[in-house]
């Protein structure tokens, strides 16, 4: 029988991963942290090469059949491991029972050092060793910075260690069957001085009767990469299985810490030789509702509001009435939230 009174310190203890060092990593750790001049600096830097070096052994073991590339910021002390279009940070700790975790501002902050996924490192330099304990999503860290107004400290976040997930299976499926868009990062401050009124996602204009035919556009993802497992459970029941469904992340900007939701479509032949079409929007990130008061609008070709429907305190998704039309017949999807963020996605059948 279990102990109930098992913590989430013996649960990393169980579950974690442990990775040798050799000689020359600490060789080349001892080389970086000659670069910095701060004696406290230099221990720091090279905690954090050796996290690196052992979180990128680590990869390369569950995913040798793609490169693992190093880029390195010794100024800021930041290291970041770069798989595909996927960025992870390793985290380095010298003792997992500290139960915080210290993470630079400037690496969730900056849009150039901001990663998909922080990963805890705890370094022991004496029985030269690094294990891996846990890891957390970006846009989680963003939510749990917001949510409980986490401490920030000589320009580090103190982040509970129970906030990372310390199943490490979770970080491989993330890779195998999700992608990288469906984290978005910070844009960069000439980006973000362009946030207009109103955004359009995509200047093209998505056809959906293509989708019947397996064609699909950049950025239409399957249902089950953006939207979490018990969402996706009960979605049978509200959306039919007939004919072909995608969903892509919609970012609310940055009024709502990079918030994301999910717009899922369905499209489907009817008899009556018109399309049918079935709109819902979804939480992302592990959220369990969509923001209050978010609206969902069907607009004609000409701007005209033909549906609309917006969530309340809890709402779980928002959907519009089941439409039909003619193959060729132009219609758009507005979200909106107040009077600053209007996003806009063009369709065609």
């Known amino acids: 029988m279990l102990n109930s009174q098992v913590n989430s310190t013996d649960i990393r203890l169980l579950l974690s991963e442990v ?52 880029e390195t910021n010794v100024i800021e002390d930041i290291y970041h491991l770069e798989v595909g279009d ?68 000589d320009g580090y976040y103190q982040v509970p260690l129970s906030f990372f997930d310390a199943e490490l299976n979770h970080l491989l499926f993330y890779y195998y069957f999700s992608e990288p868009l469906a984290i978005p990062l910070p844009v960069t401050s000439a980006q973000s001085s362009r946030v207009s009124l109103q955004k359009s996602l995509d200047n093209t204009r998505t056809k959906l009767s293509e989708w019947l035919e397996g064609v699909f556009e950049q950025g239409w993802q399957t249902i089950d990469t953006l939207i979490n ?6 979605l049978s029941t509200r959306i039919t299985q007939r004919g072909a469904k995608k969903a892509k992340l919609i970012d609310l900007g940055v009024q709502l810490g990079y918030q994301t939701v999910a717009l899922l479509v369905n499209i489907t032949e009817e008899s009556d030789e018109k399309f049918g079409v079935l709109i819902q929007v979804h939480p992302t990130g592990g959220e369990r509702f969509l923001p209050p008061d978010l609206k969902l609008s069907l607009l004609s070709k000409a701007g005209k509001t033909l549906q609309e429907v917006t969530s309340r305190l809890q709402d779980n998704y928002i959907q519009l009435k089941f439409f039909k039309g003619e193959s060729g017949k132009r219609f758009s999807v507005e979200l909106s939230l107040g009077e600053n963020i209007k996003v806009k996605e063009d369709f065609e059948l």
């Open 19 to 70: 990775i040798w060092l050799e000689l020359e990593d600490f060789d080349h750790a001892i080389d970086n942290s000659k670069l910095v001049n701060s004696e406290a600096q230099q221990w720091q830097t090279y905690l954090n090469t050796l996290a690196m070096i052992g979180c990128e052994k680590w990869l390369s073991t569950r995913i040798p059949q793609k490169p693992i590339s190093q």
């Open 86 to 153: 996927l960025k992870i940070c390793p985290i380095a700790i010298e003792h997992v029972l500290d139960e915080v975790i210290n993470i630079p501002k400037s690496a969730i902050d900056k849009s150039e050092l901001a990663v998909h996924f922080y990963v805890v490192v705890e370094v022991l330099e004496e029985e030269e060793q690094v294990i891996i304990r846990g890891f957390l999503r970006y846009d989680e860290l963003m939510n749990y910075c917001s949510q409980f107004n986490l401490e920030l400290r």
């Open 229 to 234: 497992p018990e969402a996706n459970l009960a």
